[in-house]
């Protein structure tokens, strides 16, 4: 199973590799991993932050990191408008890679 260290430094290089291709300004993990609570049916929930953005950029960004990660991974784009459940939920339970 994955630790939440190894995912946090695949989602650091990933940022250093791809950050002014892609205009990656933050990213990391919340929900099971970042809490502590993984287990082996659990996806890898990721906020992201962007420069510029669209939904083939995104669903692009989803799927490098489902390869490089091996496991199913959720993305959530940080935005100044979202779901205020959501928002609250990622800012509590926030790690950057």
Known sequence: MLTKDKILTTLHEYKETYKDQYGIEQIGIFGS???GKATEQSDVDVFIALKHSNLFLLSRIRIEL???????????QLRKRMNSY???QIEQEAISA
């Open 33 to 35: 991993y970042a809490r």
């Open 86 to 88: 959501l928002k609250k």
């Open 66 to 76: 489902e390869e490089l990660l091996g496991v199913p991974t959720d993305i959530v």
